[in-house]
């Protein structure tokens, strides 16, 4: 067989739900020499990258790592090793990825119970301490920013009906990590999953983790016939990797993914999280003014509008997959299609991490009103 072409992909603007761009710094991090997964300079950085994690999720818990896989599988991690078969949870769901929990904890062989919301629109706190009045659900789990739709989730309120209810909270952070405030501490979240690709700005590969005293608790106490399902995912065998005065294989850890989180963490405390956060805040302002100039309408309503990730109705006579294509051939730039009911009337413009330029927002504009006169 004839050797393929060597590898020569267009540099993008990626401007849609993730993977976002890549700060040149991470990649030449990956790119630098291979060492063991046990050695003990390899240890150092994992130290390092475990204390920047929680430094990111404002947590002092001390099962904070990064799962060797992407976001999905931190999902799943978390619900695995909290859920026991007959367990009970409680989902809300408002987009895809609530879907995707409650198809997660039906594997498990947890008996689920959905708190609904209409795409678009937050979880009403009323309608989940209904769903949990006389239950004790081992678990209560939300998006907080809800890729799919563009909606940040409030906590706060969500948190306290759970712990009112005896159970955990966990949340899913994928797209707001690194680009808005997450106080996994203060709003008492007891597990915790991300990514690498959407604000951190990393190449995707990776899931951040984090558990509270209580998950750990929870997940120690299992019963001794309930082994976690996954063996990959199985907290207890993972810890004995990432924690500990005594580091032992468990599998073997990507090592360049690795120093890629590394490197995309520090150039985010460089930043400072204040200063990313009110990046990503002036830069949406940007793009709105814009877009609804050219006669976009958001799909959330200003209140519950997510920064990084703008959810905006395809206006007439402007096709979904033309335009897209026009945009990604013409102008290397790329944006999302939406998802599920939204699949052809909506599109997802991202703004995360090193996509979450003035640049970024004004080319877009650009090419989105020169395609608008086109026609
Ligand atoms: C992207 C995303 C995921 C899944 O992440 P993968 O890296 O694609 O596995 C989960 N939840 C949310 C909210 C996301 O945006």
Same mark, same amino acid.
């Given at each position: 067989?004839?050797a393929?072409?060597?590898l020569?992909?267009?540099?993008?603007f990626?401007?849609?739900p993730?993977?976002?761009?890549?700060?040149?710094?991470v990649l030449?991090?990956?790119?630098t020499?291979?060492?063991?997964?046990?050695?003990?300079q390899?240890?150092?950085?994992?130290?390092?990258l475990k204390?920047?994690?929680?430094?990111?999720?404002?947590?002092?818990?001390?099962?904070t790592?990064?799962?060797?896989?992407?976001?999905?599988?931190?999902?799943?991690t978390?619900?695995?090793?909290?859920?026991?078969?007959?367990?009970?949870a409680?989902?809300?769901?408002?987009?895809?990825?609530?879907n995707?929990?409650?198809?997660?904890?039906?594997r498990?062989?947890a008996?689920l119970?959905?708190?609904?919301?209409?795409?678009?629109?937050?979880?009403?706190?009323?309608?989940?301490?209904?769903?949990?009045?006389?239950r004790?659900?081992k678990?209560?789990?939300?998006?907080?920013?809800?890729?799919?739709?563009?909606?940040?989730?409030?906590?706060?309120?969500?948190?306290?009906?759970?712990?009112?209810?005896?159970?955990l909270?966990l949340?899913?952070?994928?797209?707001s990590?690194?680009?808005?405030?997450?106080?996994t501490?203060?709003?008492?979240?007891?597990?915790?999953?991300?990514?690498?690709?959407?604000?951190?700005?990393?190449?995707?590969?990776l899931?951040?983790v984090?558990?509270?005293?209580?998950?750990v608790?929870?997940?120690?106490s299992?019963?001794?016939?309930?082994?976690?399902?996954?063996?990959?995912?199985?907290?207890?065998l993972?810890?004995?990797?990432?924690?500990g005065?005594?580091?032992?294989?468990?599998?073997?850890?990507?090592?360049s993914?690795?120093?890629? =989180?590394? @490197?995309?963490?520090? $150039?985010?405390?460089?930043? %400072? !999280?204040?200063?990313?956060?009110?990046?990503?805040? *002036?830069?949406?302002?940007?793009?709105?003014a814009?877009?609804e100039?050219?006669?976009?309408?958001?799909?959330v309503a200003?209140?519950?509008?997510?920064?990084?990730l703008n959810?905006?109705?395809?206006?007439?006579?402007l096709?979904?997959?033309?335009?897209?294509?026009? =945009?990604? @051939?013409?102008?290397? $730039?790329?944006?999302g299609? %939406? !998802?599920?009911e939204?699949?052809?009337?909506?599109? *997802?413009i991202?703004?995360?991490?090193?996509?979450?330029t003035?640049n970024?927002?004004?080319?877009?504009?650009?090419?989105?009103?020169q395609?608008?006169?086109?026609?």
């Amino acid at each position: 067989m004839a050797a393929a072409n060597e590898l020569n992909p267009t540099a993008r603007f990626l401007m849609g739900p993730g993977p976002s761009d890549v700060h040149p710094r991470v990649l030449q991090a990956m790119a630098t020499p291979m060492i063991g997964h046990l050695d003990p300079q390899f240890i150092v950085i994992m130290d390092e990258l475990k204390q920047m994690l929680r430094e990111l999720f404002r947590t002092r818990n001390e099962l904070t790592f990064a799962v060797s896989a992407t976001a999905s599988a931190g999902m799943e991690t978390c619900f695995v090793n909290l859920l026991e078969p007959g367990d009970e949870a409680v989902v809300c769901v408002n987009g895809v990825f609530g879907n995707r929990m409650s198809d997660i904890v039906g594997r498990c062989g947890a008996k689920l119970t959905r708190v609904d919301a209409p795409w678009g629109q937050p979880i009403d706190p009323a309608a989940l301490k209904k769903a949990l009045d006389g239950r004790r659900p081992k678990l209560v789990a939300v998006v907080h920013a809800e890729t799919s739709t563009g909606l940040c989730q409030p906590l706060e309120e969500i948190s306290r009906l759970a712990h009112e209810a005896g159970a955990l909270f966990l949340v899913d952070a994928v797209t707001s990590l690194g680009g808005m405030d997450v106080r996994t501490d203060e709003w008492g979240i007891d597990a915790i999953y991300s990514g690498t690709q959407k604000c951190i700005s990393a190449p995707p590969g990776l899931s951040p983790v984090s558990f509270s005293p209580r998950a750990v608790q929870a997940m120690e106490s299992r019963k001794a016939a309930n082994k976690v399902q996954s063996w990959y995912l199985d907290l207890g065998l993972l810890r004995t990797y990432w924690q500990g005065a005594k580091r032992a294989y468990h599998h073997t850890a990507p090592v360049s993914m690795i120093y890629g =989180l590394h @490197e995309a963490l520090r $150039i985010i405390f460089e930043e %400072g !999280l204040e200063a990313r956060f009110e990046r990503h805040r *002036r830069n949406h302002e940007l793009l709105r003014a814009g877009l609804e100039e050219l006669g976009f309408e958001f799909v959330v309503a200003p209140e519950y509008r997510l920064p990084m990730l703008n959810a905006v109705r395809i206006p007439e006579p402007l096709e979904d997959a033309p335009v897209r294509k026009r =945009l990604l @051939e013409e102008y290397n $730039i790329e944006i999302g299609a %939406g !998802l599920g009911e939204f699949a052809g009337k909506v599109w *997802r413009i991202g703004l995360m991490g090193c996509s979450c330029t003035p640049n970024h927002v004004n080319m877009l504009l650009a090419a989105l009103r020169q395609i608008q006169q086109d026609r």
